[in-house]
């Protein structure tokens, strides 16, 4: 059965993102992003080409899925909101609701995920990549919710920790774990 993760660039090393991926078994990374370039110096690993070489070694196959990247309407929709509560696009904690809604309704909904699922049938574990650290902040947040509501994908979010990513939380068992926190963390929710 068909299964995902997400997962962004923001407080991840490249050898921490690439570790993660294989440990969970991903086969295949699906890139949600419009333009596929990352500024800086610690993250130019996540440039396309760099990124497509640095997976293939590890066995992962890459696939740019155009038509899930947000338009530049609606990037400049999300980045009028982080300025409005001065926040930048690296520290961004969540959506602006205007953007989740026109995202759902103007690339979402006019995007065949049936036939995306079906095309990938043969693949275990795949991967919704983009650069946002938190899912929450990210338009890949949706489109995971839409492949588990609408297909029955299992989803986990990876996020960096101070070793890099890790699973901290899952969307396919709602109240087992705090969105956020990994199993066991004591932290404040």
């Known amino acids: 059965m068909l299964s995902a993760v997400t997962v962004g660039v923001y407080g991840s ?12 078994g991903v086969e295949l990374l699906l890139d ?3 333009r596929r370039g990352v500024r800086g110096p610690d993250h130019c690993w996540a440039n396309s080409a760099r990124l497509q070489r640095a997976l293939a070694s590890a066995g992962i196959g ?18 009028r909101e982080d ?22 309704r103007e690339v ?13 049938a043969g693949h275990s574990t795949l991967a919704l990549f ?7 902040a990210c338009h890949r947040s949706l489109v995971a919710e839409r492949l ?8 986990a979010d990876l996020r960096p920790g101070p070793a890099g ?8 068992l709602p109240g087992l774990l705090v969105p956020g926190r990994a199993q066991g963390d004591a932290g404040p929710a």
């Open 148 to 155: 588990r509501a609408g297909h029955g994908l299992s989803v």
């Open 165 to 172: 990513p890790s699973l901290r939380g899952r969307r396919d």
């Open 108 to 120: 979402l909904d006019r995007f065949d995920l049936d036939g995306l699922v079906l095309e990938l």
């Open 62 to 79: 890459y696939r740019h899925v155009r038509g899930l990247a947000p338009t530049t309407e609606l990037r400049r929709l999300q980045y």
């Open 130 to 136: 983009c650069v946002e650290r938190d899912p929450e």
């Open 13 to 24: 090393t490249a050898g921490a993102f690439l570790e993660e991926l294989t440990g969970r």
């Open 32 to 34: 949600l992003r419009q």
């Open 83 to 104: 300025d409005r509560l001065g926040v930048g696009k690296r520290n961004r904690v969540a959506l602006a609701p205007e953007y989740a809604e026109r995202y759902e």
